[in-house]
C-alpha cells in the first residue's frame, strides 16, 4: 500500500482497536462498510460500529467478485459481510492471513456427517496460544461425542498443542 494512500477511518479505527496507530495491512470500503486487515484481525466498520475477529476465529470466508461481496463466519457461526466497492488488494490479503492462521486442517466424517478438525494460531505472532477446533460442514449433524472422539485422534495424531 502507497504511503499516501489515504485511509480517513483511521483515527477512528485506532481508537476502537486500543491502539496509536494500527498496521493496516489492506482495506476495502463500500457505501456502508469499511474493511482493514491488521495483523492480528480483521476490522469491519459497518452502521458506524468497528467490529473485530482474530484471524484464527474466521473458520469460512472469501471474496465474491461478481458480487463485490467479502464474507466470513467464525465458531460462533454467525455470518458477516461487506459490499466493497473498492476492494483494493483486501481480497487476496485476508485470504492469506486467514490461511497462515492454519497450522494443521483434517477433514474427518463418519455416519451423517463431517467436520474439519483444525489447529489455529494468530498469523501476527502475538504469542496467543493455539487452539484446536472443530467446524461442522455446512449439512452435518455433529454431535458432541463425535466432535471430542476426532478432536482427540488429531491430537494424538499431530501431537501438537
Not at 68 to 91: F, K, N, T, Y
Request: glycine share 8%.
Amino acid at each position: 500500500m502507497s504511503p499516501r494512500t489515504r485511509m480517513p477511518f483511521l483515527g477512528e479505527l485506532a481508537a476502537q482497536a486500543g491502539r496509536r496507530r494500527p498496521r493496516v495491512l489492506a482495506w476495502g470500503q463500500g457505501d456502508d462498510a469499511v474493511v482493514a486487515c491488521l495483523p492480528d484481525r480483521l476490522a469491519c466498520c459497518s452502521a458506524g460500529q468497528w467490529a473485530f475477529t482474530r484471524w484464527e476465529d474466521v473458520d469460512r470466508g472469501g471474496w465474491d467478485q461478481a458480487t463485490g461481496v467479502l464474507r466470513w463466519s467464525g465458531q460462533d457461526a454467525v455470518a458477516h459481510e461487506a459490499v466493497l466497492a473498492q476492494p483494493r488488494d483486501l481480497p487476496e490479503v485476508f485470504r492469506d492471513l486467514v490461511t497462515a492462521s492454519v497450522v494443521v486442517q483434517q477433514n474427518v466424517a463418519w455416519d451423517g456427517g463431517s467436520a474439519v478438525i483444525s489447529l489455529r494460531r494468530n498469523p501476527s505472532g502475538d504469542g496467543s496460544p493455539v487452539q484446536w477446533r472443530v467446524t461442522p460442514a455446512a449439512d452435518s449433524d455433529v454431535t458432541t461425542p463425535q466432535a471430542e472422539r476426532a478432536l482427540a485422534q488429531a491430537r494424538a495424531e499431530w501431537d501438537i498443542g
